[in-house]
């Protein structure tokens, strides 16, 4: 499966973005897609999971309640919608799938994307 990702930018703080990702190459609805954002100097970490369906989500601590990640398997596309940013949002975000199986902790990949710049000014 081949993922893009797109939609980052430059926002201040408090503010909104959306990224989305398009995947293809297979069969969108049989993988759990996810985003991780890697910040300079940092190592990659997880930000949000989603099943195959839509039907469980996974988020990091540091994002909950403030992120929404969402998918339509008719387009192939995985969003996460970030409201309420703060500068240590800045990072690469980037998207990843893996083949849906029973138990996932939604926090494994196999899969990755391009990342997508996002910077939050303060």
């Known amino acids: 499966v081949q993922l893009q990702a797109s939609g980052g930018g430059l926002v201040q703080a408090g503010g909104s973005l959306r990224l989305s990702c398009v995947a293809s190459?297979?069969?969108?609805?049989?993988?759990?897609m996810g985003w991780f954002r890697q910040a300079p100097g940092k190592e990659r970490e997880f930000v949000a999971g989603?099943?195959?369906?839509?039907?469980?989500?996974h988020y990091a601590d540091s994002v909950k309640g403030r992120f929404t990640i969402s998918r339509d398997n008719d387009k192939n596309t995985v969003d996460l919608q970030m409201n309420s940013l703060k500068p240590e949002d800045t990072a690469v975000y980037y998207c990843?799938?893996?083949?849906?199986?029973?138990?996932?902790?939604?926090?494994?990949?196999?899969?990755w994307g391009q990342g997508t710049q996002v910077t939050v000014s303060s």
């Open positions: 989603i099943s195959w369906g839509g039907g469980r989500t």
């Open positions: 190459g297979r069969t969108f609805s049989l993988y759990d």
């Open positions: 990843a799938a893996v083949l849906a199986r029973s138990g996932s902790s939604l926090r494994e990949y196999d899969y």
